[in-house]
Antibody, heavy 117, light 107 residues
Framework: QLQLSGPGLVKPSETLSLTCNVSGYSVRRTNAYWGWVRQPPGKAFEWLGRIYYTGSTEYNPSLRGRLTISVDASANEFSLKLASVTAADTAIYYC???????????WGKGTTVTVSS | EVVLTQSPDTLSVFPGENITLSCRASHTVHTNLIWYQHKPGETPTLLIYGASTRATGVPARFSGSGSGTEFTLTISSLQSEDFAVYFCQQYNHGPWTFGVGTKVEIK
């Protein structure tokens, strides 16, 4: 089970921070991937990035280096930090557990993030 | 990146009907395609991966087919709980990309 937490409102140019707590599964389990996707209003889902149980990461190039995904094994959770947000980052954000790195079997309940001053 | 185009945008049908939804890729994705079901206020549900493999617990009335750039999701004898948005995702080329979805509504 994935439980997402974080602010619903972020000011432009600030950093969005979201955390996904994992229960029933270790974030360090061999071959586990963890990831983030979002859905802007009226648009398709967008794949943001993923982190492997080893800590290696892959990010969507469209985010131009603004995204950092990390794991906190002691808390059994993983996090997203998106820097320099703009209105274009307004979306419903989801944390996910992608099987084989890409098949989104498990989803956390989405959280709406609005970027506005 | 690979662009996924879904059609139609909306499909109005009666319960009990059979329907076919389309997902077309701008470049070949082989069979690395997934279908999800998304109901308002809920998280998406994985239906099909590998273009045609049903996920655990998915009823047999859902079937996927296709390869390369053309894919279909067929739902036989539509049930009331099947009215939702269906969207596809490719995982052949990074970054993974998604279609906008087809809304299946009650006629």
């Amino acid at each position: 089970q994935l439980q997402l937490s974080g602010p619903g409102l972020v000011k432009p140019s600030e950093t969005l921070s979201l955390t996904c707590n994992v229960s029933g599964y270790s974030v360090r389990r061999t071959n586990a991937y963890w990831g983030w996707v979002r859905q802007p209003p009226g648009k398709a889902f967008e794949w943001l990035g993923r982190i492997y149980y080893t800590g290696s990461t892959e990010y969507n190039p469209s985010l131009r280096g603004r995204l950092t995904i990390s794991v906190d094994a002691s808390a059994n959770e993983f996090s997203l930090k998106l820097a320099s947000v703009t209105a274009a980052d307004t979306a419903i954000y989801y944390c996910v557990r992608p099987l084989r790195g890409a098949v989104l079997q498990d989803w956390g309940k989405g959280t709406t993030v609005t970027v506005s001053s | 990146e690979v662009v996924l185009t879904q059609s139609p945008d909306t499909l109005s049908v009666f319960p009990g009907e059979n329907i076919t939804l389309s997902c077309r890729a701008s470049h070949t994705v082989h069979t690395n395609l997934i279908w999800y079901q998304h109901k308002p206020g809920e998280t998406p549900t994985l239906l099909i991966y590998g273009a045609s493999t049903r996920a655990t617990g998915v009823p047999a009335r859902f079937s996927g087919s296709g390869s390369g750039t053309e894919f279909t999701l067929t739902i036989s004898s539509l049930q009331s709980e099947d009215f939702a948005v269906y969207f596809c995702q490719q995982y052949n080329h990074g970054p993974w990309t998604f279609g906008v979805g087809t809304k299946v509504e009650i006629k």
